[in-house]
């Protein structure tokens, strides 16, 4: 059991992100037991959810002519054009089946706006909106959190660093997430910022 002041962070490990899911990450389905062992060595376990409206504008579906993996610019930022996925109140947003929810202390949606796009569980990709992620934690008096999930090269990735710039140590448990990797090189890159953004890089077992 670790300190009280220590949470785990379960970044979007839900049914689209599956390797059958509409965004599919490979191996996604490999960190969810994982996630089980770990969550009942945290006394604050807190689980992100990507929940997009239908209209969501990071869905290339939304923009006549455009498909998945290309960018365009949406209200002066960049954004990849993902398939639908994660819509609210469908399947494919519900927690994947074999995670067991009741160790989950807490639930933060994200991506809700439909003009923006939010990877980070803290804030949306400009910055503009707070999830109250960052509120929640220091109220309970976290200094440190463990983060795990997908993916790595988008929503663990922008959570990690967000989570640096509000104080919070950070731990990366590297092997229990996995990318999306739509470049070969994006999830080494991706480990490699945050450990430069100042994240501890740590494997499952290490952690103790
Ligand atoms: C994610 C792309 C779009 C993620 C969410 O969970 O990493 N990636 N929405
Ligand atoms: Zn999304």
């Not at 389905?29 to 062992?37: E, H, K, M, Q, S």
């Not at 795990?148 to 448990?173: P, Q």
Request: net charge negative.
């Amino acid at each position: 059991m670790y300190d009280n002041a220590t949470a785990l962070l379960l970044v979007d490990l839900q049914v689209d992100f599956m390797p059958t899911g509409m965004l599919p990450v490979a191996e996604g389905d490999a960190v969810v037991p994982l996630a089980n062992a770990l969550m009942p060595r945290y006394r604050t376990v807190v689980a992100t959810q990507d929940w997009h409206p239908a209209n969501h504008l990071s869905f290339a579906a939304n923009h006549p002519w455009r498909k998945p993996g290309q960018v365009i610019d949406l209200e002066g930022l960049p954004q990849v054009l993902w398939p639908i996925h994660c819509v609210q109140d469908t399947w494919g947003a519900e927690f994947v089946d074999g995670l067991d929810t009741s160790g989950i202390t807490e639930v933060f949606q994200k991506g809700t706006d439909p003009t923006i796009d939010s990877y980070s569980g803290f804030y949306d990709n400009g910055h503009r909106k707070s999830t109250g992620l960052a509120d929640w934690l220091r109220e309970r008096g976290i200094e440190e959190v463990h983060v795990m999930g997908l993916a790595t090269d988008y929503c663990v990735k922008f959570t990690v660093l967000d989570a640096l710039k509000e104080g919070f140590r950070v731990v990366l448990i590297e092997d229990a997430t996995r990318g999306v990797e739509l470049t070969p090189g994006d999830v080494v890159a991706a480990v490699r910022e945050m450990r430069t953004a100042g994240a501890r890089i740590a494997r499952y077992d290490e952690l103790g």
